[in-house]
């Protein structure tokens, strides 16, 4: 977990689950670590019902229906679906579970990611789900080095021609050059989604840039989108447009801050 870097030797606790419309579930095993939390839905608050993640029947355009609170399965996934007395009728959370257990007659949830964030380019389409597991077949390279990824973020960059995925993330230690590109490397072969990798070949989206956010700022300038960027990114890949003019408040800050560390 990302949290016990900053954490250290404090105990994490996941109590419950809840959004801005409400409360859903709480964790009734507290003494699990944070990987393995699950939250027992609160049936008494909300109607719920869980909308299975199946494909929809693309001749009838016919979507699955959702279930009752007791038809829940084991090992499937699910987005929350609720209705309450404030007036939200079958509203979507967005969030996708999946059924690990029952707490008495109650399904216990553990949580996946948010649906419909993706990443996409071209005909590709990633999931949260499909860069987290990138992300953490990536991660398996820094584990002989010593090293762990903290946290890591995403962006589509259509600025350039053809667009690509850029990947920001935070490594506990000083990675090398070497193994920062060998994870570029890995986290752009990681993505399995067929139009990713059809269009790939074709070079109809660019090559993945991985972006050390730890890493200072050389010769910051801003290009042409509007972007701050290094003249020497990590992927060393050429830059679409040769006009950068030099950030001078970022590379006035940057120094400032060398001076006090």
Known sequence: MKLRVYAGGVRLLSADYGSSEGWIGA????????????YTVLPNIWYFEFLPLTEFNKADLVGPEPIGLTDVRLDEEYEVVVTNFAGLYRYRL??????????KATPKLQYICRKNLMLNTNFDKNTEKDLQLSAEAT????TNEKFEVVDFTSHVDLATDPGNYVIFWEVSGDASDAILKKCCNCL???FVDADYVSSRKVNAIGPLELRDVKEVMVDPCVAVNGYAKDRSPMTNLPLTSRILMPN???LSTIMAWKLTT
């Open 248 to 250: 001078c408040t970022l």
């Open 139 to 142: 991660a398996k390279l820094l």
């Open 94 to 103: 967005g969030d996708v579970f999946k059924a690990i257990g029952f707490h």
């Open 27 to 38: 964790n009734v095993n507290p003494s699990l670590p944070p990987e393995m939390t699950s």
């Open 188 to 190: 752009d072969k990681s």
